[in-house]
C-alpha cells in the first residue's frame, strides 16, 4: 500500500520523526488496552463501589505489583541501551545472549521475592491497613498470600518488552496490557462481585501476558530463554546501570506506599477515593508515558552510538519542551471538568453522587501533577542515556522524604485531598533534582570529563 510505504519512508527520515513514529503506533495501540483497562474499572466500580472487599483486594495487590514493577521497570532503562549497542556490534545473537544472561539472575530474585512479600507482606499489613477492622484486616492478608505470585508476573511482562524496544518494535508489547483487564472485565462479568475471583482473574491475565511474550518473540527470531551470564563487557555494564536504577525504584515505590497507608488510617473509602482519583488521572498521563518513553529510549539508544552529543541533547529537549506545555494545558482541562469526568465515568451502581463529589476533588488536585511527571519520565531517560543511574537512588530518597512530611502535614488536616496535593509537590521536587543533574552531566560531557558514560 503506497500510504504505508510513505509513512515508514517519512519516520525513517530523522530520530524526531523515529520517536513519533513509534509514539504513534504504541498510541494506537495502547488506545486498545486502556480502553478494556477502563471497562475494566466501570465493571468494578459498579459491582464493589467502594466497598471493604475492593479496599481489601486494592491494598493486598499492592505490594505485589508495587515489587515487580521495581524490578521490571528498572529494567527497561538499564538494558534498552545496552540491547541496541550489542545487536549493532554483534548481531541478534549477542543481544539474545545478553538478555537471557540477565533473566537467568533475575528469575530467582523474583522468586524469592515473591516468597517475601506472601510472608512478610502479612506482618506489615496491621500498620499498612491500622484503619482496617480485625475482618478486613484478614481478608487482606488471606487475598495478599494469593496475589504474591504476582511479583514475578508483573515484572516479566515488563522485562519481556525489553527485547522488542531494543530493536524499536513496539506494537506487541503495547498491546500485550490489554489481556489482564479483559481477563479480569470477564471474571467479573460472570462471576460478578466476588474478591476471590477478582484476584485469581488478575493472576490468570498476568500468566496469559508472559506465554503470549514469549512466542512471539520465539517466533520474530528471539532466543528468550535464561543463559548462563559471562559477567564482562555489556553485562557488566547493564548490571551497573541496573543495580541502582533498581534501588530508586524501591525507594520510589516507598511513596505510593506512603499515600495507601496515610489513606488508610483516614475514614472508611479513602483507600478507594485515592485509588478511584489515581486511576481517572493516570490513563492520559500513562498513556503519554507510554508513548514517549519506550520509543525516546530506544531511538536515542541508536542514535547516541553515531551522533554526536549535542544532537542527542538538542533531540531531546526539543520533545521536553513540548511535552511540558502539551501537559500544563492538559492538566487545566482535566481540573476544570473534573466532576464532569468522574460522574460520566464512575458514577453508576454501588458509586453514588457524594462517591463522585469527593473523588472528583481528588481527580483535580492529583491533576496538577501531570506536567511534571511527564517530563521528569523524559528526564529519567536521559539520565539512563548518560550513564546517569548512580544519580537516581539519591533522587528518590529525596522524594521519599518529601512525600513522607507533605503527607504527614497535609492529610490529618485535607484527607485525600492533601495527599493528592502531597503526590503533586513530590513530582515537582523530583524534576527539579532530575533536571540539575542532567544538566550538570551534559557540563561534564562537553568539557570531555569521564562520567561513566555506557556508550
Not at 530523522?14 to 503506533?25: D, E, K, L
Not at 495502547?30 to 475494566?40: D, I, S, Y
Not at 466501570?42 to 505490594?63: K, P
Not at 457524594?354 to 488536585?365: F, K, N, Y
Request: aromatic residues 8%; contains cysteine; glycine residues 8%.
Amino acid at each position: 500500500m503506497q500510504w504505508w510505504k510513505f509513512w515508514r519512508t517519512w519516520s525513517a527520515a530523522s530520530p524526531n520523526r523515529r520517536i513519533f513514529s513509534g509514539a504513534v503506533t504504541i498510541g494506537v495501540v495502547t488506545v486498545l488496552a486502556k480502553a478494556l483497562a477502563l471497562a475494566k474499572e466501570l465493571a468494578i466500580a459498579a459491582w464493589f463501589g467502594r466497598s471493604d472487599q475492593l479496599e481489601a483486594y486494592l491494598l493486598a495487590v499492592l505490594l505485589p505489583l508495587l515489587v515487580g514493577g521495581v524490578i521490571g521497570g528498572s529494567f527497561s532503562g538499564a538494558v534498552v541501551p545496552a540491547l541496541a549497542r550489542a545487536e549493532q556490534r554483534g548481531g541478534r545473537a549477542a543481544a539474545d545472549r545478553l538478555f537471557g544472561g540477565l533473566l537467568t539472575i533475575a528469575l530467582p530474585l523474583l522468586m524469592i521475592l515473591a516468597v517475601a512479600v506472601g510472608l512478610a507482606g502479612g506482618a506489615l499489613m496491621p500498620w499498612m491497613a491500622g484503619g482496617f477492622p480485625p475482618d478486613k484486616l484478614a481478608l487482606t492478608r488471606d487475598l495478599l498470600v494469593v496475589a504474591a505470585p504476582l511479583t514475578v508476573l508483573s515484572a516479566l511482562t515488563l522485562m519481556l518488552t525489553a527485547p522488542f524496544h531494543g530493536r524499536e518494535r513496539f506494537a506487541v508489547s503495547a498491546l500485550t496490557p490489554a489481556i489482564t483487564p479483559a481477563v479480569v472485565l470477564g471474571g467479573i462479568l460472570l462471576i460478578g462481585a466476588d474478591v476471590q475471583c477478582l484476584v485469581a482473574a488478575t493472576l490468570l491475565g498476568q500468566v496469559v501476558e508472559v506465554v503470549v511474550l514469549v512466542i512471539v518473540l520465539h517466533l520474530t527470531g528471539h532466543r528468550p530463554w535464561p543463559v548462563w551470564p559471562r559477567f564482562v563487557g555489556e553485562f557488566a555494564v547493564v548490571l551497573r546501570q541496573w543495580w541502582p536504577a533498581m534501588a530508586a525504584a524501591v525507594i520510589h515505590a516507598g511513596t505510593a506506599v506512603v499515600d495507601q497507608v496515610m489513606a488508610a488510617h483516614l475514614v472508611a473509602g479513602s483507600v478507594a477515593a485515592i485509588g478511584y482519583g489515581q486511576r481517572l488521572v493516570t490513563i492520559p498521563m500513562a498513556l503519554v508515558i507510554v508513548m514517549i518513553g519506550p520509543a525516546f529510549l530506544a531511538v536515542l539508544s541508536r542514535t547516541q552510538t553515531t551522533a554526536s552529543p549535542a544532537e542527542v541533547t538538542r533531540i531531546a529537549d526539543w520533545w521536553r519542551r513540548r511535552l511540558l506545555w502539551t501537559a500544563m494545558a492538559g492538566s487545566v482541562m482535566v481540573m476544570l471538568f473534573a466532576p464532569w469526568l468522574t460522574a460520566v465515568v464512575f458514577e453508576r451502581g454501588n458509586f453514588t453522587a457524594t462517591d463522585t463529589a469527593e473523588v472528583a476533588l481528588v481527580v483535580a488536585a492529583l491533576a496538577t501533577m501531570a506536567p511534571w511527571y511527564i517530563v521528569g519520565t523524559v528526564s529519567v531517560r536521559m539520565l539512563n542515556l548518560m550513564g546517569g543511574n548512580r544519580y537516581l537512588p539519591r533522587i528518590a530518597t529525596v522524594n521519599l522524604i518529601v512525600s513522607i512530611g507533605a503527607n504527614l502535614a497535609l492529610a490529618p488536616h485535607m484527607g485525600v485531598l492533601g495527599i493528592a496535593l502531597a503526590g503533586s509537590l513530590v513530582y515537582l521536587v523530583s524534576l527539579l533534582h532530575k533536571e540539575w543533574y542532567v544538566r550538570n552531566l551534559r557540563r561534564a560531557i562537553s568539557s570531555g570529563q569521564d562520567v561513566g558514560r555506557t556508550l
